[in-house]
């Protein structure tokens, strides 16, 4: 990104032309609060890069479901890569097509299959055998054939954290390498299924192409093997995962990422068919930021905190992975820096954003935890009957709220006492 969407303006921190602090005041905090400008800035890098190519991008709606954030996508031309129903009625209700949707995930139920089929879906990523035979007698109960690739684990490291590698032989996703072969003439053989790719996901938060030009490789390999047994594939989804700078990250440009992919399979004599990147973390993670306010300094023997009003349930990224934000004062001021981990106020340990940080504030004053677009808004919890954040998008000088702040009579609304 050459200049961020979120950068000072006379020591106050601004999204786009909005002060983050007058945002703060108008909308209160936790909010989280989203670039339209740095959202496009990351989709354009992508197009750019695809331009020209048969290539194709699914923005994976898990990282950032916002229906803004979604139609900012749609009306770019978006596919998306969805991992539930709930996500295929949002791509739908956020203006997204089904026919550019591609239906990834582990444990698909049969329901989410009709739904999908009924839609008409561009594609079903079936991890399983078992996953293949209830895809198949769906679709042939609602008389349709399913398109379907299967997700195999091309068993490389990714080098990232274990929590989300996920192209390990260890790992729970896509069928084995050794078992693909047989596992594609398996589907081939099944009378509702169109067997139309080949994909793979190999973790996320990956900073190095390495890893990529592996597993596509591995994946090409199969690929002609798969042919020979004359089961045709026409696309191959090298999924998502692209790292983005959280601290002080190198991953490669989003542009380099996909033509030295596109290039590796073109070179390997494959440059014929089409071919799908799902990015989600590297789309909208740096399209973010949270603000939080400090409520309290408690200054320790060992350890200063700073309490702040947005907690493990707002931004479960530090708790659930030991994931670094950095974290900076939304105004610059002239008071003495210290250093604070950076904590919430729910009742769990975990509950903290940020450790050991220099800042200088007082109680009272306002946050930025960047890098917070990915993952972040769509990992929160209502864990301490604590509402969710409101969520606003800026647009150049304007702000939109785009989720509503939950009031704490929704958190029990669907819920009765028994009867007297
Ligand atoms: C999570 C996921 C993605 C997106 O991963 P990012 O690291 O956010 O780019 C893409 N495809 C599949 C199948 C996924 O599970």
Not at 27 to 39: H, I, K
Not at 80 to 94: K, N, Q
Request: with cysteine; aromatic share 8%; hydrophobic share 45%.
């Amino acid at each position: 990104m050459t200049r961020s969407a979120f950068d000072y303006v006379d020591g106050v921190l601004h999204a786009e032309g909005v002060s983050a602090a007058s945002l703060a005041e108008q909308f209160g905090t936790p909010l989280y609060v989203y670039s339209r400008a740095a959202l496009t800035e990351a989709w354009n890098a992508y197009a750019s890069a695809c331009a020209g190519r048969r290539a194709t991008v699914h923005v994976a709606v898990k990282a950032n479901s916002n229906l803004a954030v979604l139609n900012v996508f749609a009306r770019l031309g978006a596919g998306f890569d969805i991992v539930s129903g709930g996500e295929l009625a949002r791509v739908l209700a956020a203006g997204g097509k089904a026919e550019n949707t591609v239906f990834s995930g582990v444990g698909k139920h049969a329901d989410e299959m009709r739904q999908a089929l009924a839609a008409g879906v561009k594609c079903f990523n079936v991890e399983s055998i078992p996953e293949l035979d209830r895809l198949n007698a769906v679709a042939a109960e609602m008389g349709k054939k399913a398109p379907v690739s299967l997700r195999v684990n091309p068993d490389v490291d990714a080098k990232t954290h274990p929590y989300i590698s996920t192209g390990l032989k260890s790992n729970k996703f896509g069928v084995a390498f050794e078992d693909a072969r047989a596992t594609y003439r398996a589907a081939a053989a099944m009378t509702h299924l169109d067997v139309v790719g080949i994909d793979c996901h190999i973790g996320s938060q990956i900073t190095e192409v390495a890893p990529y030009l592996d597993a596509v490789d591995k994946v090409l390999e199969l690929v002609d093997q798969i042919e020979q047994d004359g089961v045709k594939i026409r696309h191959i989804d090298v999924g998502g995962g692209l790292g983005i700078t959280y601290d002080d990250e190198t991953p490669p440009e989003i542009g380099d990422f996909v033509r030295t992919v596109l290039d590796r399979i073109e070179a390997c004599g494959h440059g014929h068919r089409e071919v799908y990147f799902e990015p989600g973390r590297s789309l909208v993670g740096n399209a973010g930021v949270l603000l939080t306010r400090v409520e309290f300094l408690k200054p320790g023997a060992e350890k200063n905190f700073a309490i702040v009003d947005a907690a493990m349930t707002d931004l479960a990224r530090p708790a659930m992975y030991e994931a670094y934000h950095a974290i900076e004062a939304v105004v610059k001021r002239d008071v003495p820096a210290h250093v604070y981990d950076v904590v919430g106020p729910v009742c769990e340990s975990g509950d903290w954003l940020g450790r050991e940080r220099l800042l200088a504030v007082e109680p009272g004053d306002l946050l930025a935890i960047r890098s917070a677009g990915a993952y972040g808004f769509v990992m929160s919890s209502n864990y301490n009957t604590r509402p969710r954040a409101a969520e606003v998008m800026v647009d150049g000088t304007q702000a939109y709220v785009v989720r509503a702040r939950e009031e704490v009579k929704q958190l029990f609304a669907g819920e009765t006492i028994l009867p007297a």
